[in-house]
T-cell receptor
């Protein structure tokens, strides 16, 4: 049973428009959430994170929103650029847990069309 | 600063063979872990370590062994490879309260 789910396996968006990636979780113990970006033949790279004490975190073109009551988070990319084409993974963890273990969603492949 | 280095990048094994995937980090991170990535499954935790000499199982540990004799190295051993272990393997390291830095991966095919 997947504790972190990304229900959209793929997303296509026009350059300059907004990309919205969604992620749902079931484990109420999760209190720290991260988004990773992955290009082919490379490892995932950290993009942005949010603690459960916040409902929004912004970093340049990337904003993550957290709705704790719905156990839902989303990543907004505005404006989308061709270089944003990649696979995006949502991940969750329990703060202070041994090893900083991350539980990942299945990923969403984003294609930004010029 | 090399970060997390994984070797080899590609490997083909026959069923029943054994091998070791190497992982080294130069950031003096306490935590290290191994994940496997399969289509639609995201990354799943195999084993992790919170320091030299300390390891524990993750979500999918069967068929894999690990050890952590130094802070820098965290090898993953496949004792008897099976086709179900065909995957992309990522090693990662972290300090407490920080997310992981991942290596570039090892693509393993078991035939």
């Amino acid at each position: 049973d997947q504790q972190v789910k990304q229900n959209s396996p793929s997303l296509s968006v026009q350059e300059g428009r907004i990309s919205i990636l969604n992620c749902d979780y079931t484990n109420s113990m999760f209190d720290y959430f991260l988004w990773y970006k992955k290009y082919p033949a490379e490892g995932p790279t950290f993009l942005i994170s949010i603690s459960s004490i916040k409902d929004k975190n912004e970093d340049g073109r990337f904003t993550v929103f957290l709705n704790k009551s719905a156990k839902h988070l989303s990543l907004h990319i505005v404006p989308s650029q061709p270089g944003d084409s990649a696979v995006y993974f949502c991940a969750a963890s329990v703060s202070g847990a041994a090893g900083n273990k991350l539980t990942f969603g299945g990923g969403t492949r984003v294609l930004v069309k010029p | 600063n090399a970060g997390v280095t994984q070797t080899p990048k590609f490997q083909v094994l026959k069923t029943g063979q054994s091998m070791t995937l190497q992982c080294a980090q130069d950031m003096n991170h306490e935590y290290m872990s191994w994940y496997r990535q399969d289509p639609g499954m995201g990354l799943r935790l195999i084993h992790y370590s919170v320091g030299a000499g300390i390891t524990d199982q993750g979500e999918v540990p069967n068929g894999y062994n690990v050890s952590r004799s130094t802070t820098e190295d965290f090898p993953l051993r496949l004792l008897s490879a099976a086709p179900s272990q065909t995957s992309v393997y990522f090693c990662a390291s972290s300090s407490p309260n920080y997310g992981y830095t991942f290596g570039s991966g090892t693509r393993l095919t078991v035939v």
